[in-house]
């Protein structure tokens, strides 16, 4: 991993999983902070972004909404985040305006890094972060809602851990036969039960 930079989403900024990444394994990371993290979430918001002049817009428009994100970037020298190896952070603003409805807003994304601002621009630090909402819109939001895995009742033993395996294992079946939408592609499945779940896995 030497070199790689990973990005993961609040549950993993953690001081012991930063110390493994950047002095085990020699990476980078991009982490997201969010409330479960309060006092640093409070730190990384008391900042003084209004006096950044660095910054970064992206525009996209798509699922019936323009969204643009404005990212600050800001060296962490001598402001006591108190966060281990954590050389800038950023603060990316997402604005979404209904096409329909033409209602705005707007939310606040805080980050943190290792990376300095010669290895990343507000505007690589705004597209690693976009990297990781990726992975949350087509994992982590697909085992929330199609699968409703927050309302599991297994929690005890290895439960948890062989059930997210298996979720895992539906998803990235399914969209290596090309399904997009989870959900179409389990109905479908659902129509043969005793054929076609088989068939995904190549089992005669």
């Known amino acids: 991993m030497t070199g790689v930079t990973v990005t993961a989403d609040a549950l993993h900024a953690q001081r012991?999983?930063?110390?493994?990444?950047?002095?085990?394994?020699?990476?980078?990371?991009?982490?997201?902070v969010k409330a479960n993290q309060p006092e640093l979430h409070h730190r990384l918001r008391s900042l003084p972004w209004k006096d950044i002049t660095a910054r970064h817009y992206d525009r996209?428009?798509?699922?019936?909404r323009r969204e643009t994100r404005v990212t600050r970037a800001l060296t962490l020298t001598d402001l006591g985040l108190g966060f281990p190896r954590a050389v800038q952070a950023?603060?990316?603003?997402?604005?979404?305006?209904?096409?329909?409805?033409?209602?705005?807003?707007c939310q606040a994304i805080y980050a943190i890094t290792d990376?300095?601002?010669?290895?990343?621009?507000?505007?690589?630090?705004?597209r690693l972060a976009r990297s990781q909402w990726t992975i949350e819109n087509r994992l982590h939001f697909v085992r929330d809602t199609t699968f409703t895995e927050d309302a599991s009742k297994i929690r005890t033993g290895h439960?948890?851990?062989?059930?997210?395996?298996l979720r895992n294992l539906a998803i990235n079946t399914l969209r290596q036969h090309g399904h997009r939408n989870i959900s179409a592609g389990l109905r479908h499945a659902s129509y043969e039960p005793f054929t076609r779940p088989l068939d995904l896995l190549g089992i005669a």
Do not use: C
Not at 90 to 105: P, Q
């Open 115 to 126: 990376l300095t601002s010669q290895q990343a621009s507000p505007q690589r630090l705004g």
């Open 60 to 64: 996209e428009a798509g699922h019936g």
């Open 90 to 105: 950023a603060r990316i603003l997402r604005y979404r305006t209904d096409v329909k409805t033409g209602s705005v807003s």
């Open 16 to 32: 012991t999983h930063v110390r493994f990444l950047v002095e085990d394994k020699k990476a980078h990371y991009v982490l997201v």
């Open 159 to 165: 439960g948890p851990e062989n059930m997210a395996t």
